[in-house]
């Protein structure tokens, strides 16, 4: 595995190669991205990982601050894998140049997670397209726990006319339910019960308003989720994944999507 922390050294490296698999990271490296960088090394191509705590997508400073890092621990486990490129570039080496491309923002980045977290997928668009011109990828990996994350990158790599290949992986969880996040490691023991619980209870709600749609009743499950212990719950919205419109009928097929804080730790999810 090589290691490049400079654009220009990289990219002569993979000149060379017939094209690269790209799994973007933010560190704090989980079974959800082994299974992306698995995913990748299936292509043939050169997979490429990077570990870029991006601060242009917290909205709040201390949120950036305690977000996990253990760049020694992730580098172990990219050697273990058999990755062939790691980046972990500096603040300047993204940020120090004018992108060809403008970002596109669908419009459905307003809604969501985007209500609650202003400039965030502003600050996320606006890196992914950095690092889709440096490094040009055939394909990118993406998760579907941050659905409305892949989805808005999707329709920026349409409207752009960019030849990259997004692919969708399925969401990887713990054995408890709770989808794994890099955050999930700054939750104690009682908390990680609490995340549990209100995944075993929200699954259960989903099969049930299949079944009758009269059972969504928003604020009486946001009630159900303070008391098994949310401290905040941002939303709790049901869409279709295709066409991202609200559902009216839930016999159709829809995705419940939330986003809540045990104590200072924010969660999301969709199931
Ligand atoms: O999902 C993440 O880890 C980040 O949002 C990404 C795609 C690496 C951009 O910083």
């Excluded at 991202?244 to 200072?264: D, E, M, P, S, T």
Aim: glycine content about 4%; hydrophobic content about 35%.
């Amino acid at each position: 595995m090589k290691i490049f922390k400079d654009k220009h050294t990289l990219q002569k490296e993979i000149l060379k190669t017939k094209g690269i698999s790209f799994v973007p990271t933010m560190g704090g490296l989980h079974e959800g991205h082994i299974s992306l960088i698995k995913q990748s090394k299936k292509t043939k191509l050169k997979t490429l990982v990077s570990i870029f705590v991006n601060p242009k997508q917290f909205n709040k400073k201390s949120d950036f601050k305690s977000y996990p890092r253990n760049t020694k621990k992730d580098i172990k486990q990219l050697k273990k894998l058999k990755i062939n490129y790691l980046y972990i570039p500096t603040f300047k080496d993204i940020y120090g140049f004018k992108p060809k491309k403008k970002v596109f923002l669908d419009k459905f980045s307003k809604k969501l997670c985007g209500k609650f977290r202003k400039g965030h997928f502003e600050g996320v668009l606006n890196v992914v397209n950095r690092f889709i011109e440096i490094i040009k990828p055939r394909y990118i990996f993406l998760g579907k726990k941050d659905y409305q994350q892949l989805y808005l990158i999707k329709k920026h790599i349409e409207k752009r006319k960019i030849k990259s290949k997004i692919v969708e992986c399925k969401t990887i969880r713990e054995n408890n339910g709770i989808a794994c996040s890099s955050r999930n490691s700054n939750l104690n023991k009682n908390q990680i019960k609490i995340a549990s619980n209100i995944f075993y209870y929200l699954r259960n709600l989903k099969k049930k308003i299949k079944k009758n749609n009269n059972l969504f009743k928003v604020n009486k499950i946001k009630e159900d989720l303070r008391n098994l212990g949310a401290t905040k719950i941002d939303y709790l919205e049901n869409y279709n994944t295709k066409s991202f419109k609200k559902i009216k009928k839930l016999n159709k097929k829809f995705n419940l999507f939330f986003a809540y804080y045990i104590k200072n730790t924010r969660l999301i999810d969709n199931i």
